[in-house]
């Protein structure tokens, strides 16, 4: 699909994400916020591993299903007039931002049922047992979970039939916005402070991958910080600060979870906890 002077809309999602990524990373390096405990390399190769399989996934979903991205779907039900969008006129500005806030919302809702279901939860827990979270925890969600979560958006979009120009700029916004708010970057406190007023950052979603399940049970926005205050999930600061807490999941303590095999094996191990005992 062509976006802007033929770029596809694959190419522009990956310049913007290579270019985000990038700047993370070297932030990371100039005002990291805590030491990472585990071997960087490891844990890059392996997360940067699993992002790798997922993008592969979705290309052969491609092959079964039609459409096949939230993107291609959009435009498909712009042809056939289908969702709520499609019945009504409104000016550009106002859909997209319709359109942003209420997908977002939708993800939020997704999150939270990932830690409360069961099956979710063997998956979900992938990204989770990151013994560290930096810029590359946002690429560590499990093949079997990113395909879910596709065809979740699919089914969004055929309801609501939003333009497709809105859908492209969720999607970037989404990714932008994950490989922020797992930065390891140490934002000065009053700059954090105002971005979260409307913004996950990176202070605030670290508490989520805290291994105190109660915590975990908070802060589960990805773009926008509203619906965390709106349902009585939000938590503004870890218990034992962020430099004391410890990131991933009590159970895998271990070097386990820097292993590419082990992590996408982890769903089929047996050993699940549901995140709902908080």
Not at 180 to 200: E, K, W, Y
Request: charged share 15%.
């Amino acid at each position: 699909m062509a976006i802007f002077d033929g770029m596809s809309e694959g190419a522009l999602r990956l310049s913007i994400f290579a270019g985000v990524f990038l700047v993370m990373a070297v932030l990371e390096i100039l005002m990291p916020k805590r030491p990472l405990g585990a071997p960087k390399s490891r844990r890059w190769l392996t997360n940067v591993a699993i992002g790798g399989i997922d993008s592969v996934v979705v290309k052969l979903m491609s092959l079964f299903v039609i459409p096949l991205a939230a993107v291609a779907t959009a435009v498909w039900a712009e042809w056939h007039g289908w969702g709520l969008f499609n019945q009504f006129a409104m000016p550009l500005w106002l859909e997209i931002a319709i359109v942003v806030i209420v997908l977002d919302f939708a993800i939020y809702l997704q999150h939270v049922a990932s830690h409360k279901i069961g099956m979710l939860w063997q998956f979900h827990q992938v990204h989770h047992s990151d013994v560290d979270i930096d810029v590359t925890t946002a690429i560590r969600f499990h093949p079997i979970e990113i395909a879910l979560s596709m065809l979740y958006k699919i089914v969004l979009v055929l309801l609501l039939g939003p333009l497709p120009l809105a859908v492209v700029i969720f999607e970037v916004i989404l990714n932008g916005c994950a490989m922020f708010n797992h930065s390891n970057i140490d934002l000065p406190g009053p700059l954090d402070r105002l971005l979260r007023l409307i913004l996950v950052t990176p202070d605030m979603h670290r508490i989520h991958h805290s291994v105190i399940h109660r915590e975990t049970d908070s802060n589960y926005g990805f773009n926008l910080s509203w619906w965390d205050r709106i349902f009585a999930t939000y938590r503004a600061q870890p218990e034992k600060g962020h430099d004391a807490m410890t990131i991933g999941l009590p159970e895998y303590q271990s070097p386990k979870p820097t292993r590419l095999g082990w992590s996408l094996l982890l769903p089929f191990a047996g050993k699940s906890r549901r995140r709902d005992d908080a």
